[in-house]
Each structure stands twice: as C-alpha cells, then as structure tokens.
C-alpha cells in the first residue's frame, strides 16, 4: 500500500493515475471509433449505392432512428441504475394496440395518446415492481412480461391488425421545415431531458449512485429502491412517447409492433459505452450506438441484402460491437468490479 | 442410484407436485373434456417435446447461465431437418445431424459468452435473431411435409416419444448427480469463483452445459417435426420461455446452484396441462400466453421465497 | 510422501521480487517469500498490509504483476488456480469460499471428487460421503455431510473450509486468518491438526494480525508492512516488541493524541436494545463531545449494534433517544435526518464509490442539501468537497480523482469528509483504522479529536483493542449481544480487555 499514488513501484511500469488516464482516453476514443465506424459504413454503401447520401434517405434515416432513440433513452436511464427491461418492445406492442384501439372507436387522438402513454408507464412499473417485491432480477421479470403484454395485445386485437391510417398522422409525418423529420426532433428532445437529469438533477446523481453501488448509496440515505422505481417510470415514459410517434408514422398496430426493439434499444445504449451492470454511462453515447444502428439498417437495405440476411447481421453485428466495447474499456475494471459485487452480496 | 437420486429431486419438488394435482383437480371439475383419457396421451405426446428441451434448459439454469435461443435453435433444426428429408437422407443420419447442429448452437452460444464476457442475456437474444434469420432463409418457399414413415414414427402416438424423453432425463440425471461434469454444474451455478479457485475449469463447463441446453433443442425439434409431420420457421418461437418457465415452476433456481432434472418433468407436466385444461376451458390462446407469464412470474417468486428460507 | 525425505531442507515455495498493483494501491511490493518442509511459517502484517493479496497470487486467485514463483524448486507460471492446486498446495481463504447451495461432503471434495470412473468422470458418491463424515470426525465435528452448507454457522463453515484443505495430501497448506471466526475449542483441533502435520513435513503458511499466536504456533514468522516484506525472523530471535514495532512501522503507544473533556450534556441514549439473537439488551448513553469506544471479538454483535443505531438494519426492539426525545430510526436516511452518521467497516464497498470521483461520493449523503427544488447546485458542491480535501489533508490531485486511487488513509478521509458534510451530532465509527497504515491513522485520530472539541459526539467500534483502550475517555467490551464490562480511559491493558471479551472464567 502506497499513500503517495505517483509514487512508482519498482518494476513497475506506470503509475496508477496513468493507467487511469489511459482508461479514459479509450472510453473517450470508444465514442471516436464509434463515429468513425458510422462514417466508413457511410462513405462504403455511398460508394456503392450513391443514393445513400440523398437527403431523402438521410431524412428516412433520421425518421427511422427516432423511435428507437427516444426508447433507447429511457432505457439508459434504467441501465445506469443497474437495471434493465427486455420487454420494452412487447410493452410497445400493447401501447400502440391500445392507443390504435382507441383512436379508431372514435375516442380523441389526444386522450388515445394519453391513456397509452400511461399504460406504457405502469406496464414499465409493473416489471419493476415486481422485481423488487420478488427479489428477482429485472431481467427476469421483465422476460415473463414479455409473454403478459403480448397475450393482453393478442386478446384485444384479436390478432389483427389495427389501422388507422390518416386518424394521428402529425407526430409521425410531419417534417419541419418539409425536411426535419418531427419524430427526430422528438428524439432529440428525449436525449436532451435524459442529459439533462442525468447531468443537472438530484435525481441523476442518484440514479449513477444506485447503479454503481446500491450499498454505498443506502448507507449515505439514499432510497435505492424509490430511485429505481423513478427509473422504471422514466423509461416506461419514453416507451410511451415511442409507441405514440411509431403509431402516427406507421398508421397501424398490431402485437408484435416492435418486437426486437429491446435488443437495438440495449445493444445501442451498451455500445454507447453504459455497461450493462450500471452506474455509468452518458446519453451521447446512446445517440451514437442509436445512429449506429440506423445507418447499418439503412446500409443494408442500400445494398439490398436480403431482409433474412439483415436480421442476421444485426444479431451478429450487435453481439460482436458489445463483446468489442467490453474487450476494450471494461475489462480492466472487470475484476474490481466483480469482487466488489461479491463484497455486496 | 439414479432413481434414488431421481427420488430425492421428487421429494424436494413436493411443492410442485402440489401444483400440478392442483391445477388437474380443477381441472376435472371444470373442463369435461379434459377428463378424456386420449386427452392425456395428448398431453403426454405434447408434454414430450417441451419436456426434452427443458432438460437442456435444467443444466444450464442449473449453472447460472441463460440461453433464450433455444427456441430459435429448435426452429432452425427443424426447419434443416424438413430440407434433409425432402434430400431422402436416411433417417438415423437425420437424427444424429440434427442433434449435432442443435449442439453446435448451444457451443457457439458457450464460446460466445465465455470468451467475450458479453452477458447470457444479450448473447443468445442476439442468437435468436440470428437463428430465426437462417431460419426463414433455409426454410423460404419449401414444402416440408410428408416426411417419410420411419421419421414420423419418432413422434407418433406417445409411446416412442415418452421413452425418448426418459432416456433423455435419465442421460441428464445421470450426469447431474453422478459426474463431475454434473457436480461442477451446481458449484459453478451456486458461486463460480469458489468454483474457479477449486480448480474447476468453469468456461470448458459452460460451453458444454449451452452444448446440452442445444442437443436437446436438436431432439426436441425432431420430436415435434415427426409429430406434426411438416416444418417451418416459425416453429419454436417462445419455446424458450415455456421452457424457462416449466424449470423454474419444477423448483430450480433461475440463479443457479439448486435443482434437478427430476423437478423439472413435473414443472413440464404443469405446464402441458395448463395449457391444455385452459383451451377445454374454452380459453383462447392469447390469454394462456398471458397465464404462462404470470405463472413465471409466480414461480420466480415461490423461488425467492424458498432461497431465503433456506440460505 | 515418499519423495518427501529427498527434498526435506529444500524449500517447498520460494516467491522472488512480487509486485501486485490494484487502482490506487501497491498491494505488494517487491516481496520475496519462502517456505520450508514441516514448519509453520506465519504471515504477519496489520489488516491491508498485504498477506492475503501475496497467497491470492501463490494460488492463481489473481495474476502478479511481477515476480517468480518456486514450487518444490521448480519455476512455476500461475495461470489459473488449477496449477497450484495440481502440485498440493491447498488454500483457506480470508473470505468464506464455499458454495452454499450445496451439501458439506460435495463442498469439501469440490473439483477432487473420487471417482469411480476415472475416464467419464464418474464420482462414486458412496466413497465421497464416507471420507467426508471420517474427515468431520476427525475434527470432532458433529455435522451430516449431508447437511447443506447456507444451513451452517459461520464458524462450522470455516471448519468446514479447513477439512476440505486437508482431504488429499496436501505438502503446503496456507491459512487466511482461520481462527478469526473460530471459538478456543476448535482453535485447539485446528492446532493439534497442524501440530500433526507438521511431523509429516507439510509446510504450513499461517497468516495472521495477532501477535499472540505467532508464539503458540510459528516456527518462523515474515512481517509484512504497507505491501513491503519488512523481514523474516526466527520466532526464538523475536521479541514483542521488535515484533510489533516492525508490524506498524513505528513505537507503540505515541500515536494516540488527548481528547478534550466531554460535556455534561447527553446526545444519545439507548435503551434496552436487541437485534435479533447478535445484540441482546444494550443500554449506555453518550454525551456531547465524548468518545465512547465498544470493542470485544468478532462475532461479539459489534457491527451488528452499530447498524442497528444507524438505522442500517432497525433493531427487532429498544428505544432510541436523542438530545432525551425519542426518536425512530428505520433507515440510514431517518439516521441523517437526526444527526447520526455511520462510516461502516467496509469502506471500499459500503462507504465509496470506488470508480466516482470524490466529489460525486461527498454528494451521496450531501445530494439533497445541495439540491433545492431537485436541481443539484454543482458549484457549491465543488466547493463544500474543496474544503474537505483541504481541511482533512485528503491527498489526491483533484476532485474529479476516483475514490478507488486513493490510498486506505485517504479513503478514510474522504468517507469522513461526506460526512462531516451533513453536520451530524453523533458519528458512529465501525473499525475506523481497520487497514490504514500508521500515518493515516494518526490523521484519523486527529480528526477525532478536533470533532470532540467541536462539540461533536463519536461511538467507535473497533477490534483493536489498544486503540479502544487509548482513544476513547470510556471503553466499554461486548461479548455475546452484551455489554460485559466498562472500562474509563487507559485504564486497562490489552490483557484485560481481552479477558472481558472472552470471559474470563472460559480463558485458558
Ligand atoms: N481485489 C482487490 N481490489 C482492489 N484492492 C485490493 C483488492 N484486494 C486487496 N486490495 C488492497 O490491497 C491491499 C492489501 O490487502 P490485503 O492483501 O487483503 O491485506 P491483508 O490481507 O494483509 O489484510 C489493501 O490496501 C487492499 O485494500
Ligand atoms: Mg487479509
């Protein structure tokens, strides 16, 4: 034991505080190399398919991504506090089946919106609920969820399709300025309110708090459990405003609409540098691994790969970036981490 | 030794079996129909192709791990099978290649997590969406059906089937309670770093816990494919749920360490007759989708209930 | 065995120039370390010296940074626990290392279970379950090896623990601190166990904070301090003292400063307080200003008592008064808002963020003071955390360093400082100096004394009992859930603390 941290063993290479500058120069560099990744895949489909930086497609680009960025946000809130919720898709799918519901048996577009976005709410509490009464892990409760949402939209829908085309178009069809997509603005919006408590707010603070050490964060006062609770009412939240806009945009519903999104929604935020057992992470990073994904999409359907293949890659794609981001900023922090953990337990 | 062990995990799963009378009492009571004896070889025939997979799924909850790709490792092999018996291969070569292929999945999964130490959960959810991609790629625009007698005669009536699943609990339970590999499981499952500092090589037992977990979808997929006598790709989605949810209904612990194959026949059987005494019920499947999930969710929580009282 | 005469001299483990780094910390530094066949060879050093980091590195629990390793004269490269394991060396961690899930005979032959068949691995589970219940019995345990392990006290898991290190031939069989957890019976069969062994030409590395038992146990004895090898000594050309002032660095007895006099005023009182079966029935009060010191052995409910003040895990009954108004204390939150604070015995993984900056760890107790209307005021954060690192001396560069750079001192200090944020009347320490080397300590002990004279009113628990007896104006001892005895300032030695902790009519 050294009191003097700049103090060099002998045979020892560099001192601790190097090391650690070295670390945040690569968790820095991840969001580089993410952005530079964006810009190869990018310039490759642009070369093969010039119609890639048309500004139509830009534009279909940035509308596609938005869902997924406002769902993504909320799901870094519930990451960096240790969380996370499998069944964001499923809940997608009932929200917008009700809402879609709603909306065709005459009921206003703006209550329709209103009552999802609130079920969205509860659903997302529900997972969280029930895993702190049942001492489970989320992940768990959350998987069993999945099945829930998905009967409840069968039951309702009766397993069809929901139209209602031209009844709620302005959120999802509006393009500002006739090139800003709304959608996207939206997205933004919800990456800036996420920034915002997560930078600015009591809240925020708690959430990298109970993420990163939940028994640190009791002992100094702090209610894990009402923390996580916020968290699961935020990300339920952003669930709702993506059915809403995805609704809008697509003009129907039915259970499986977005199914799969959990898996963008995670594999974005991680590859955004949040990892997966919480307490850090920034919203930039989200936004990066979200464009990410929406750029390899659009990529592939550029090059007209087979709709089967996409499906493939993005499996492949979104396991290999993760197990790339873990091998090269978590894996020095990783046994710390571990036995900290065990500490815990 | 087998069945006093065998014996030991019924015991255990008292609790259960409670469930499972339970639920066919009621059953009996409500549902006429159900009371049918052939409706039993139905359930017995049905119950065979969930049971063979949740012996898989037993060894690698049973070790801490997780694989949601079982289901799409089921479509995958079937949907391969279907193509190699319009190919008019023999069928014990048919078997034995499905039983590989549902293998090599469960190993990639393995090598996957041990080597990049990506999470269970997000791994074989990324396998999902692979599988079902090859799935429907393999499987587009091809009539599988008609397969020929022998093959069928794997899924047919309950008999064979049933015996299938026995040698297949009986293979597992063996291992489970008489192997080092199987012992490894519950260290590993229980705290795999007193495991490691046991000297026990943890990522070579995982990788062949996820080889189990995909042999056994392989098998499970044969059964199913010869039963129904045809195959696509979209057979086995959320087969991994129901088999998650009939382990941890049997009474093993969704985080590792205590369980047995043994439970998890009865966690199946519950399962099977759910299903079945809800649709004599009159219960649309939508609605048993949502019964499974909340029986999950109830299982998970008889779970955390019973560890506290005994750790 | 057979081997053993040809290699009796020669020694069994030789580690040349280890060099372990964790973030912040230099566990070890440039140790070299050797064991002889048939002796004890005792690990000393105070608590974060280093002695468990230096066998975590001999069994492959972790990598060196550096350094070699000898096993039986050969040079060895510790990749994986497995190695050493292979060539008989067993292992009894500080820490519990059993899996609880599972019954006592598969825990003590856990990854060397016999097999029947050698090539499919098949166990022969008859044979298993006899040499488990052999081996419990000649440790005079009475347990089935049947019996889960969750089920088992902590002190049968240890024993537990040791059967399994004994269950195949071992020739060096390392000890974390086993008797830690471990009532004098079972401490004299561990002792006989190794006496016997010993005769065997088993080496023994035996590792320990007590100087008492190097004398009943050791044949030789390395002194470990602040990751340094400081020495290795014949046990018979050792006295206490030397012993002592090689293990902290410095002369016994100057490093604790006066306390100012307490006031009348009480602060706190409890009455009749219970928790569980661990705390049965303490009553004491604690006046502004005053130290109050509560020491005894492990297991005595020291720990258990002060989370229970704390509102960490509420007391089952009792009552709890500040300034003479009953108060009720459920939560570490409820705690803050009376003016207790409560800096536990696990400061790296209760008391910090490790991979936060300090200025994020002084805002976990501090975050709502500082965030009127839910926005955080960063700026007075930023300065409140400047002050602090100031006025406790906390050594780092910024406050955007991590906590988990800091050394133990420091890290001390900065749990100090989050919570002198909060303006607490009462401050409970639990181990304050538990592994801080002697300059930390001192500052610590500083501290201590200006909050007394602020008016400030501090509870310490604390196992070592020369600081219990030199820096509190009243020590009182625990044993069994009770307060057994009260002693005012430096008026005890160690030896009679000791006595009290134990009880008195049970020792020797
Ligand atoms: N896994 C770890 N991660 C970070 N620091 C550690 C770890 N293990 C030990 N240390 C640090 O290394 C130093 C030596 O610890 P240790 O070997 O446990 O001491 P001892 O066993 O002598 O009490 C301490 O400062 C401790 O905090
Ligand atoms: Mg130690």
């Known amino acids: 034991m050294q009191t003097n941290p700049n103090v060099k063993p002998p045979g020892v290479g560099s001192g601790t505080l190097v090391k650690n500058n070295k670390y945040q120069l690569i968790f820095r560099s991840q969001w580089f190399l993410l952005l530079l990744a964006e810009f190869l895949i990018a310039i490759i489909t642009g070369i093969v398919n010039p119609r890639f930086f048309t500004i139509s497609n830009v534009i279909n680009v940035l509308e596609q991504i938005a869902v997924l960025g406002i769902v993504s946000s909320g799901m870094t809130l519930l990451i960096i506090s240790g969380e996370i919720d499998i069944s964001v898709g499923a809940n997608i799918g009932l929200s917008s089946c009700v809402m879609a519901i709603m909306i065709k048996s005459g009921i206003g577009v703006f209550p329709s919106f209103v009552t999802g976005i609130a079920l969205a709410i509860f659903s997302s509490f529900l997972v969280g609920l029930t895993a702190h009464t049942f001492k489970a892990p989320s992940f768990i409760t959350s998987l069993a969820f999945i099945s829930v949402f998905q009967g409840i939209a069968l039951a309702i829908t009766k397993g069809s399709f929901q139209t209602i085309y031209g009844q709620a178009e302005t959120i999802g069809m509006t393009r500002l300025g006739n090139v800003l997509p709304l959608s996207f603005v939206i997205s933004l919006g919800a990456y800036l309110v996420v920034h915002f408590i997560l930078a600015y707010t009591k809240f925020g603070r708690r959430i990298y708090s109970v993420g990163s050490n939940p028994a640190a964060a009791y002992l100094s006062g702090i209610s894990v459990i009402k923390t996580k609770y916020y968290a699961f009412l935020f990300s339920g939240f952003f669930v709702g405003i993506g059915s809403m806009v995805l609704l809008s945009r697509i003009g129907a519903a039915q259970p499986s609409t977005g199914s799969g999104i959990e898996l963008k929604a995670i594999g974005a935020v991680v590859i955004g540098g949040t990892p997966l057992s919480g307490g850090k992470g920034r919203i930039i990073g989200t936004l990066l691994g979200v464009l990410l994904m929406g750029i390899i999409s659009n990529a592939l359907n550029m090059m007209r790969v087979n709709p089967y293949y996409q499906q493939v890659t993005f499996g492949l794609l979104i396991i290999a970036s993760l197990a790339m981001s873990i091998f090269s900023s978590y894996k020095g922090h990783a046994r710390s981490e571990k036995s900290t953990k065990k500490a815990i337990e | ?311 | 065995m057979n081997q053993l005469n040809s290699t009796i001299g020669a020694p069994l483990v030789v580690m040349k120039g280890i060099v372990k780094c964790f973030p912040g910390v230099i566990a070890l530094n440039q140790v070299d370390f050797e064991l002889l066949p048939g002796e004890v060879h005792v690990l000393l050093g105070e608590n974060g010296a280093g002695k468990s980091t230096l066998i975590k590195v001999l069994s492959g629990a972790f990598p060196a940074d550096s350094g070699e390793i000898f096993i039986y004269g050969e040079k060895v490269v510790i990749e994986s626990p497995e190695v050493p394991l292979k060539k008989g060396l067993r292992f009894i961690y500080q820490e519990l290392n059993l899996v609880p899930q599972i019954d006592i005979a598969r825990n003590i032959f856990l990854g060397v279970e016999p097999l029947g068949i050698r090539k499919l691995g098949i166990i022969n589970t008859s044979t298993l379950y006899k040499t488990a219940s052999q081996l419990l019995e000649r440790f005079n345990i009475q347990l089935d090896p049947h019996r889960i392990v969750s089920t088992l006290s902590v002190t049968q898991q240890k024993m537990v623990e040791i059967a399994r290190a004994l269950v195949t031939d071992a020739r060096v069989i390392v000890l974390d601190e086993p008797t830690d957890v471990l009532e004098s019976t079972s401490r004299n069969d561990l002792f006989k166990v190794i006496n016997h062994l010993k005769k065997e030409g088993v080496g023994f590395i035996y590792i320990s904070h007590r100087y008492a038992e190097v004398y009943e146990l050791g044949d030789r004895v390395t002194i470990l301090r602040d990751g340094k090898n400081v020495g290795t000594f014949s046990i018979r050309d050792l006295t206490l003292e030397t012993m002592i002032e090689k293990m902290i660095g410095g002369k016994i007895g100057k490093q604790y400063p006066s306390l100012p006099a307490p006031q009348e005023k009480i602060i706190l009182r409890l009455e009749n307080f219970y928790k569980g079966t661990v705390v049965q029935g303490v009553d004491f009060s604690l006046r502004k200003g005053e130290l109050l010191g509560i020491t005894g052995l492990m297991g005595a409910g020291k720990t258990e008592l002060a989370r229970a003040i704390a509102g960490v895990d509420p007391p089952t009954s009792g009552s709890l008064y500040i300034e003479d108004e009953k108060v009720m204390v459920r939560t570490p939150e409820e705690a803050i808002r009376h003016g207790i604070s409560f800096l536990t015995e696990n400061r790296k993984t209760e008391g910090l963020i490790l991979d936060q900056s300090l200025r994020n760890n002084y805002g976990l107790p501090n975050i709502n003071r500082l965030s009127p209307f839910g926005m955080v005021k960063i700026k007075k954060m930023n300065d409140e955390i400047d002050f602090y690192m100031k006025e406790l001396t906390i050594k780092a560069p910024h406050r955007f360093t991590l906590a988990g750079q800091l050394s133990g001192g420091n890290q001390q200090k900065l749990v100090l400082a989050k919570w002198l944020g909060t303006h607490a009347k009462v401050i409970i320490f639990d181990e304050p100096t538990r592994g801080i080397d002697i300059i930390g300590r001192r500052e610590v002990y500083r501290i201590m004394q200006e909050l007394l004279a602020e008016g400030t009113s501090i509870l310490m628990f604390t196992s070592d009992y020369a600081e219990a007896m030199e820096m509190s104006h009243r020590v009182m001892v625990m044993r069994r859930g009770k307060i057994v005895k009260e002693f005012p300032r430096s008026s005890a030695s160690e030896d009679d603390i000791l006595k009290a902790a134990i009880g008195v009519g049970e020792f020797r």
């Open chain 2, 1 to 311: 030794m087998v069945s006093s062990s065998l014996l030991k995990q019924f015991q255990r799963a008292t609790q259960a079996l409670l469930g499972l009378v339970t639920i066919n009492v009621i059953f009996f009571i409500f549902a006429p129909t159900y009371r049918a004896i052939s409706n039993f070889q139905t359930i017995f025939s049905q119950a065979t192709v969930l049971g063979v997979m949740a012996v898989g799924t037993t060894v690698v909850l049973l070790s801490a791990g997780l694989d949601l790709s079982v289901g799409s490792i089921l479509t995958f092999v079937a949907v391969s099978v279907g193509s190699m018996l319009n190919l008019q291969y023999p069928v014990w070569l048919i078997v034995f290649i499905a039983l590989g292929i549902g293998a090599f999945w469960g190993t990639v999964n393995g090598l996957i997590i041990v080597i990049t130490g990506v999470s269970p959960l997000i791994v074989t959810l990324g396998m999902m969406m692979i599988l079902r991609g090859f799935s429907e790629l393999l499987g587009a625009g091809k009539d599988m059906s008609s397969f020929p007698r022998a093959f069928r005669a794997l899924g047919s009536g309950y008999f064979i089937p049933v015996l299938i699943m026995a040698a297949a609990y009986l293979v597992v339970a063996f291992m489970l309670g008489k192997t080092r590999l199987g012992f490894n499981a519950y260290a590993i499952g229980g705290n795999q770093e007193v495991a490691r500092l046991s000297g026990i090589r943890v990522n070579k037992c995982k990788v062949i816990y996820y080889a189990i977990g995909g042999l056994m979808a392989g098998l499970a997929a044969v059964l199913l494919t010869a039963r129904l006598n045809f195959a696509n790709s979209t057979f086995g989605q959320g087969m991994e749920m129901n088999s998650i949810a009939a382990v941890v209904i049997g009474g093993t612990s969704m985080s590792g360490g205590i369980g047995g194959v043994g439970r998890t026949i009865i966690g199946v059987l519950i399962m099977t007759c759910l299903a079945s005494g809800l649709s004599h019920m009159g219960v649309g499947s939508s609605w048993q989708r949502v019964s499974i999930g909340i029986v999950i969710i109830l299982a998970v929580w008889i779970d955390t209930a019973q560890r506290k009282r005994t750790l």
